[in-house]
């Protein structure tokens, strides 16, 4: 055995364990609760215009993609980061985009038409 002194402490539960480390922050003034504003998935300058959607499988090893192209030019990337997100929502898949074309997973036309019409898009099923 080795010769070093063992430092027990005691597992009973006593009074260290009912210390709260942020009883001293009551009296100082602070603010309660979230101050933070929830931010909002929509964006107000996403509305009008012609949308593209098309349904696509050329040189994706077989998997068929709908891609949403032809928006305005000012629809910032920021924009279409927001609509893909609530898109890939809508439509339970993943997608991406690429410049400024939207991809969605599947064959999702229906629903992206749908989504598109609700949020004041005009979309236009493009090909095949």
Do not use: I, W, Y
Not at 27 to 50: E, F, M, Q, Y
Not at 97 to 119: F, I, N
């Amino acid at each position: 055995m080795s010769g070093r002194k063992q430092d027990k402490r005691p597992t009973s539960g006593g009074a260290d364990l009912n210390v709260n480390p942020f009883a001293g922050l009551e009296g100082v003034g602070l603010a309660s609760g979230n101050l933070r504003k929830p931010a909002s998935v929509s964006s107000p300058s996403l509305k009008g215009g012609r949308v593209e959607v098309r349904r696509e499988k050329a040189g994706r090893g077989g998997k068929t993609v709908t891609t949403l192209s032809a928006f305005q030019t000012h629809h910032t990337q920021r924009d279409l980061d927001l609509l893909l997100k609530e898109l890939k929502q809508c439509c339970a898949c993943g997608g991406s985009r690429k410049e400024r074309v939207l991809e969605l997973q599947g064959d999702e036309r229906e629903r992206v038409c749908a989504a598109l019409t609700a949020r004041g898009f005009k979309p236009v099923l493009a090909g095949g």
